[in-house]
């Protein structure tokens, strides 16, 4: 049986962690995850609802626990996972208060740890970065959402917690991003070493410094302009999210490529995996030992 995960980011997670419904805070063999989950049904479907930056947004992007969040969600049965994450836009025709389901993933990150698996030699395909079933089914939904949504676009993930230079932002646009943000990775390829059916929401809030603020425009009036869209996206997504909740039935049986992600992606040989090792990833890789 399906049951989603959903990841909130900024504006999202506390907007999403009212939700009512069991709360659940899984000790896994990485930790705690950044908040406690919680356990509901919307429409009949399984979900298991996770705030990112935890309660009072107090984790920065590079501290998240990515690898606890990802395996308590694969602990309490998740099969799919649909996160959020607030972004800066690249592109002109990205508008703040626009939604974006992001294709591609360019990764600068290099402070946290990327795999489950500092003990075997394990390498997934990552080709595609995000499970197409997931991203075709949420911009089926977003038809009903009052705005519009990007149907493709790169996610350049940077490191932070600074933003970016205005050269580093110009790179970032000649490299082909679309999206700059700070969450997106290790916790999407964790999500394909999980076998997790894994698709983002990207909510833009503003334009990257590559497109000047108006030089007479208050820092103060451009921070409440930047929370307005952020609000309004966050709106415009748990919109979104809750529509493809409500709809899961439609793909609930369509397999996912990431559903068998590590049939072929173990190289390490099986006859000298200790026992301990095995014990450790049993929940990950025990149905291939």
Not at 163 to 175: D, G, K, P
Request: hydrophobic share 40%; proline share 7%.
């Amino acid at each position: 049986m399906a049951k989603v995960g959903i990841i909130g980011g900024s504006g999202l997670g506390e907007a999403l962690c009212g939700e009512g419904g069991n709360k659940i805070r899984p000790e896994t063999p990485f930790g705690l995850p950044s908040s406690e989950i919680i356990e509901t049904q919307w429409h009949g479907t399984d979900v298991a609802i996770l705030n990112r930056h935890g309660e009072g947004h107090m984790i920065p992007p590079g501290k998240v626990p990515y690898r606890a969040n990802i395996y308590a969600l694969k602990m309490l049965g998740c099969s799919h996972v649909i996160a959020s994450g607030a972004v800066g836009s690249l592109r002109e025709n990205i508008e703040p208060k626009h939604l974006v389901i992001p294709d591609q993933v360019i990764d600068k990150t290099f402070r946290r740890e990327p795999t489950f698996f500092d003990d075997l030699a394990v390498h997934v395909e990552f080709a595609m970065p995000f499970c197409p079933v997931l991203r075709k089914h949420l911009l089926n939904c977003a038809r009903k959402v009052d705005t519009q949504t990007h149907e493709e676009g790169t996610y350049v993930c940077m490191e932070g917690p600074a933003f970016s230079t205005r050269a580093e932002s110009e790179m970032h646009r000649i490299w082909g991003g679309d999206l700059i943000g700070m969450t997106c990775m290790p916790e999407a390829k964790l999500a394909r070493e999980a076998e997790l059916a894994y698709a983002l929401v990207a909510l833009p809030s503003d334009y990257d410094c590559w497109r000047p603020h108006p030089a007479d425009l208050d820092v103060h009036e451009l921070l409440k302009e930047i929370i307005g869209n952020l609000m309004e996206a966050t709106k415009n997504a748990v919109s979104l999210i809750k529509e493809a909740v409500a709809r899961f039935g439609e793909i609930a049986d369509t397999p996912s490529p990431a559903h068998k992600a590590l049939e072929l992606a173990i190289w390490s040989n099986k006859a000298f995996i200790p026992a301990d090792v095995k014990q450790r990833h049993e929940l990950l890789i025990g149905k291939y030992l």
